[in-house]
């Protein structure tokens, strides 16, 4: 198995007879981030991906119709204005994010402009932070942060049809597949019906 940021030489290519022409081709190798042999630690509790003190409500939970089906199942969507911080729900180092983008919309063509953040765990799962603003990342790749530390600040790019954090725990699987995990949070998490009856 090959480690994070590890560089390793896989293949090394000359011809057998110098006097003749020497072609090659090359397939398209797709991956995801993560080890498709994790055991998710399911006794963890996860902190809610946000600042202790304040409450933003789920408004597409886990097999929610708009989205949340086939890989991403186990996601959920946190109703956050844009530049809303976002804090680490778990432990790890970041290995992957992106911040270039400004498009967004309700069209799954607009998912290859989503700004993100990956998160490995200990456990060889990733936590995932999608839909962040432009230029939105707090942290750099090869990062190591806590529990609650600052990573970036929300938006709407990407697949998205309105402001909001999406928050999933995935484990790779082969081929570039992945699946989302259910996953357990230290502190009481909110609809929008629970907080209009808190009010």
Do not use: C
Not at 39 to 60: E, F, M, T, W
Not at 119 to 144: C, I, M, N, P, S
Not at 176 to 181: A, D, N, V
């Amino acid at each position: 198995m090959i480690k994070g940021f590890e560089k390793l030489k896989v293949l090394s290519l000359q011809s057998a007879n110098k006097q003749r022409a020497f072609y090659f081709g090359a397939t398209v190798f797709n991956w995801s981030p993560g080890n498709m042999y994790a055991q998710h630690n399911d006794q963890y509790r996860y902190s809610l991906p946000y600042a202790a003190n304040q409450k933003y409500p789920i408004v597409q939970g886990y097999g929610g119709g708009w989205s949340h089906n086939g890989a991403s199942k186990y996601a959920l969507d946190f109703d956050m204005p844009i530049g809303t911080p976002v804090h680490a729900a778990r432990e790890g180092t970041v290995i992957d994010l992106t911040q270039h983008h400004r498009k967004g919309g309700a069209h799954r063509r607009f998912a290859k402009y989503a700004n993100f953040v990956t998160v490995l765990h200990d456990d060889d799962t990733t936590g995932e932070y999608y839909h962040l603003r432009y230029q939105g990342a707090a942290v750099k790749v090869g990062d190591k942060v806590l529990v609650g530390d600052l990573i970036g600040y929300s938006g709407n790019t990407g697949f998205s049809s309105m402001p909001h954090l999406h928050f999933a725990v995935y484990k790779a699987k082969s081929h570039g597949k992945f699946e989302s995990i259910p996953v357990q949070f230290n502190s009481p998490v909110f609809t929008q019906r629970s907080l209009k009856r808190s009010k």
